[in-house]
Antibody
Framework: EVQLVQSGAEVKKPGESLKISCKCSGYRFATYWIAWVRQMPGKGLEWMGIIYPGDSDTAYGPSFEGQVTISTDKSTSTAYLQWSSLKASDTAMYYC????????????????WGQGTLVTVSS | NFILTQPHSVSESPGKTVTISCTGNSGSIASNFVQWYQQRPGSAPTTVIYEDNQRPSGVPDRFSGSIDRSSNSASLTISGLKTEDEADYYCQSYDSSNSWVFGGGTKLTVL
């Protein structure tokens, strides 16, 4: 059974660093892209970026380039999203998703989602 | 900037059919595939349509997707509405750089 289990809620202060995780199981981790999506309180979905664990090929959304780092650890089948210096505006729910569905597309679509990690940044 | 515009909200009665639109502001929405996501209150999103009209395993055939080139829009149609369909629905496609673009979301009320 494919599962993406995200790390628990975090409360941080502005300027602090943070790394949240997305533990994947039930499939060959290295061969599926992982996406990260942000949802600010009461707002819609925003694409942060994607990573291919097999070779760490990564692409970031324009709003997130240079603001976050997406990485993976193949040894633990875990994807990560990290910040070096949080801002209050980083307060949001963050979702990971496996990209596993494709019929004709070059890029697969999400088929499994994590449950989300709530990050609260407040002084 | 490529923008996808959705109605803020729609409502319909149980058993009826509702259609949610997703209109692109430039280019041709048919140039890239469109996905649709359902997000129930307090839950993670799930994919209900991918590649314009493909239904993932487990999604009932009451859900269907289509593209209308004349209006540069994609549509999600849900027939035989059930109260469990009440959720936010988001369309998603890609811009010229292959970055994902989400619509603003549509709140579906089934009353």
């Amino acid at each position: 059974e494919v599962q993406l289990v995200q790390s628990g809620a975090e409360v941080k202060k502005p300027g602090e660093s943070l790394k949240i995780s997305c533990k994947c199981s039930g499939y060959r981790f290295a061969t599926y892209w992982i996406a990260w999506v942000r949802q600010m309180p009461g707002k819609g979905l925003e694409w942060m970026g994607i990573i291919y664990p097999g070779d760490s090929d990564t692409a970031y959304g324009p709003s997130f380039e240079g603001q976050v780092t997406i990485s993976t650890d193949k040894s633990t089948s875990t994807a990560y999203l990290q910040w070096s210096s949080l801002k209050a505006s980083d307060t949001a729910m963050y979702y990971c998703a496996r990209l596993g569905m494709a019929v004709a597309a070059t890029f697969p679509s999400p088929d499994f989602w994590g449950q989300g990690t709530l990050v609260t940044v407040s002084s | 900037n490529f923008i996808l515009t959705q109605p803020h909200s729609v409502s319909e009665s149980p058993g009826k059919t509702v259609t949610i639109s997703c209109t692109g502001n430039s280019g041709s929405i048919a140039s890239n595939f469109v996905q649709w996501y359902q997000q129930r209150p307090g839950s993670a999103p799930t994919t209900v349509i991918y590649e314009d009209n493909q239904r993932p395993s487990g999604v009932p055939d009451r859900f269907s997707g289509s593209i209308d080139r004349s209006s540069n829009s994609a549509s999600l149609t849900i027939s035989g509405l059930k109260t469990e369909d009440e959720a936010d629905y988001y369309c998603q496609s890609y811009d010229s750089s292959n970055s994902w673009v989400f619509g603003g979301g549509t709140k579906l009320t089934v009353l």
